[in-house]
């Protein structure tokens, strides 16, 4: 089943389109709630709330961190995938004579 929606093709929003489907029609086997039948995709969502991009007109755009930045959806997601990087890299990946860091 995840299998499948990890495969599926195509543009961004039909492939958004057929996971919200899928959890709205309870193929995971748990019920949908209601919010999760009215379900949004915003691939920015995370980052506008945690960084505050400043557009520079005669210099490059800068960032500044939001109030609550440390405790992010979109800081904790990156550091779970920079640990999950280092790990797989150096820790997994090594005991299969893999060495690629």
């Known amino acids: 089943m995840i ?3 990890f495969e599926t093709e ?4 039909y492939r958004v389109q057929a996971w919200h489907e899928a959890i709205s029609d309870g193929r995971f086997g ?3 709630e209601l919010k999760d039948k009215a379900l ?6 995370w980052f506008r709330k945690a960084v505050k ?4 007109s005669d210099k490059p755009d800068h960032y500044e961190r939001q ?3 440390e405790h992010s959806n979109w800081k904790c997601f990156h550091d779970a995938a920079a640990f999950h990087r280092f790990t797989t890299l150096h ?3 090594p005991d299969y004579g893999i060495i690629c860091g």
């Open 10 to 13: 195509g543009e961004l929003n």
């Open 67 to 69: 109030e609550g930045f």
């Open 30 to 32: 748990f019920l949908p």
């Open 3 to 5: 299998s499948d929606l």
């Open 91 to 93: 820790e997994v990946l």
């Open 53 to 56: 991009v400043i557009e520079g």
């Open 40 to 45: 949004t995709y915003d691939d920015r969502e």
